[in-house]
């Protein structure tokens, strides 16, 4: 991805989320120089990765398969210091991100505005990390329903599901773009994200101008 790309998009997260008023920590809006003076007193921060992460997956067309997400707060698995983690993300209308499951982590997913958030869910062999065509029991608001594998669930503003391990998932948004958040245990995109189809987690960057912003995987260590 070009680096004029990530810095519009980014802004164009902020934009969206404004007029959604989510707010963000002061931290999401400093610049590169503005990190460069940072010292020992951000190191959670840069470790638990924290902050903006923009990505195509690896596809190279992020409109049509990518994801803008800020997290929030998020715990360590080396610190054990706190279990969970939350992110807001903007899913873009028509725009996938590809199917994929965790090992370890369990996640809330939360349609907090915007338009219809869509996917597909299929359960993930645990031996074998292929899908099965096994009917899946998942709770929408906490209320337990039963959906077939690949079928379309839909949640509209308001709804949220909740993602077990080894639950194999897609999503995207359908009539216009979603502010999603995600309520998880501790969140670790290097380790534990199993692709159906791997590419590549975090985008290879041409900078062809300067970053407006840092992603989560750049900052600068003290």
């Known amino acids: 991805m070009k680096r004029s790309e990530i810095n519009r998009y980014i802004r164009e997260a902020k934009e969206f989320m404004a007029v959604h008023r989510f707010l963000l920590p002061d931290w999401a809006y400093w610049t590169p120089a503005e990190w460069s003076t940072k010292g020992e007193e951000c190191d ?3 470790e638990c990765a924290m902050g903006w992460d923009l990505t195509d997956f690896g596809w ?3 409109e049509k398969i990518g994801l803008t997400l800020i ?3 998020n715990g360590s698995f080396v610190r054990q210091d706190k279990p969970y983690c939350e992110k807001i993300m903007l899913v873009r209308k028509n725009q996938l991100t590809p199917t994929h499951f965790h090992w370890n982590k369990t996640e809330d997913i939360i349609n907090r505005g915007g338009g ?3 996917m597909r869910l299929w359960k993930a062999d645990k031996v074998t990390e292929a899908k099965t065509d096994g009917q899946i029991i998942i709770f929408v608001d906490g209320v337990k329903k039963q959906v077939a594998p690949g079928e379309v669930l839909r949640l509209k503003p308001g709804q949220s599901v909740c993602y077990e391990p ?3 998932h897609q999503f995207w948004g359908e009539d216009d773009h979603c502010l999603v958040g995600e309520v998880s245990t501790v ?4 380790k534990d994200n199993r692709f159906e189809d791997p590419k590549g987690r975090f985008p290879q960057i041409d900078e062809d101008e300067d970053p407006e912003c840092l992603l989560c995987n750049e900052y600068p260590m003290v």
């Open 166 to 168: 080894y639950l194999y």
């Open 116 to 118: 219809v958030l869509c």
């Open 60 to 62: 190279g067309d992020f």
């Open 44 to 46: 959670l921060i840069r």
């Open 187 to 190: 969140n670790d995109d290097v």
């Open 71 to 73: 997290t929030l707060r």
